[in-house]
């Protein structure tokens, strides 16, 4: 499904309206809800929306657990850091306890170490089955998701569900969730808007299947629904049919 929105603006809005009926509905069904952030600038205005009275009175934070999609493998206080970013705009402003919150960095370790430590977080902390409440994620101007970028061995990665590998043309080390992991949201968002992202989202959703080279089309989930929200730069290439 695609949802377009007339800015980003109003995507955001509309993202956290979301963001706030997914917690409500795991955490009546089952206690808890599991939600997995992005990083990048796309999640930045939504994170600062849930931090407002507005909407974080709305969220039974004691029972929210948080994840992320991926990291770049440097410290908590590197500005590059998805994860400081994500204390910056949202969790230094809700009360999460802190032992539910699960940032996907530990100095302690290599990232490959660290990767099997996590996907082990995931199971003791989400289930065995790996199924996610709520994904967010955003999409590159070249096509990527999460740290699954074009070319890189990790797209055809079956069984792992977190991995680590050192991206080359960054000249640094990145973690990631896997997409047969991705795949088992029960909801799995992507968020994306601006010009730059144009000509990626017509090839991720009409173009020739290619996942290679537009690694968003591995994003299929296996029983859950997968929206991409949008604003209407980013979609103006699209069809007719998808508008």
Same mark, same amino acid.
Not at 127 to 137: C, H
Not at 193 to 209: D, N, R, S
Not at 217 to 243: H, I, Y
């Given at each position: 499904?695609?949802?377009?929105?007339?800015?980003?603006?109003?995507?955001?809005? =509309?993202? =956290?309206?979301?963001?706030?009926?997914? !917690?409500?509905?795991?955490?009546?069904?089952?206690?808890?809800?599991?939600?997995?952030?992005?990083?990048?600038?796309?999640?930045?205005?939504?994170?600062?929306?849930?931090?407002?009275?507005?909407?974080?009175?709305?969220?039974?934070?004691?029972?929210?657990?948080?994840?992320?999609?991926?990291?770049?493998?440097?410290?908590?206080?590197?500005?590059? !850091?998805?994860?400081?970013?994500?204390?910056?705009?949202?969790?230094?402003?809700?009360?999460?306890?802190?032992?539910?919150?699960?940032?996907?960095?530990?100095?302690?370790?290599?990232?490959?170490?660290?990767?099997?430590?996590?996907?082990?977080?995931?199971?003791?902390?989400?289930?065995?089955?790996?199924?996610?409440?709520?994904?967010?994620?955003?999409?590159?101007?070249?096509?990527?998701?999460?740290?699954?970028?074009?070319?890189?061995?990790?797209?055809?990665?079956?069984?792992?569900?977190?991995?680590?590998?050192?991206?080359?043309?960054?000249?640094?080390?990145?973690?990631?969730?896997?997409?047969?992991?991705?795949?088992?949201?029960?909801?799995?968002?992507?968020?994306?808007?601006?010009?730059?992202?144009?000509?990626?989202?017509?090839?991720?959703?009409?173009?020739?299947?290619?996942?290679?080279?537009?690694?968003?089309?591995?994003?299929?989930?296996?029983?859950?629904?997968?929206?991409?929200?949008?604003?209407?730069?980013?979609? !103006?290439?699209?069809?007719?049919?998808?508008?």
């Amino acid at each position: 499904m695609v949802q377009i929105f007339k800015d980003a603006n109003e995507l955001s809005a =509309a993202a =956290a309206k979301m963001f706030v009926q997914a !917690s409500k509905e795991a955490i009546a069904e089952k206690g808890s809800f599991t939600v997995v952030l992005t990083g990048g600038s796309s999640p930045i205005k939504l994170h600062q929306l849930l931090a407002t009275p507005a909407y974080r009175e709305e969220v039974d934070w004691a029972n929210v657990y948080i994840f992320w999609g991926d990291e770049r493998w440097v410290s908590m206080e590197d500005e590059r !850091s998805n994860a400081k970013m994500a204390f910056d705009t949202l969790l230094n402003f809700v009360p999460v306890p802190s032992g539910q919150i699960y940032p996907m960095y530990d100095a302690a370790n290599s990232p490959e170490e660290y990767a099997v430590i996590y996907e082990q977080l995931i199971r003791d902390v989400v289930d065995n089955d790996g199924v996610f409440d709520l994904i967010l994620l955003g999409m590159g101007d070249d096509g990527h998701t999460a740290s699954l970028f074009p070319g890189t061995a990790i797209l055809k990665e079956e069984t792992k569900w977190v991995d680590a590998y050192y991206l080359e043309p960054q000249e640094m080390y990145r973690i990631t969730l896997t997409a047969p992991l991705i795949n088992r949201a029960k909801k799995l968002v992507v968020m994306t808007f601006g010009e730059k992202k144009t000509h990626a989202l017509h090839e991720v959703l009409e173009g020739e299947h290619n996942p290679e080279l537009y690694p968003s089309q591995l994003l299929k989930p296996v029983n859950g629904e997968l929206t991409f929200m949008v604003d209407e730069v980013a979609a !103006s290439q699209l069809s007719e049919k998808r508008r």
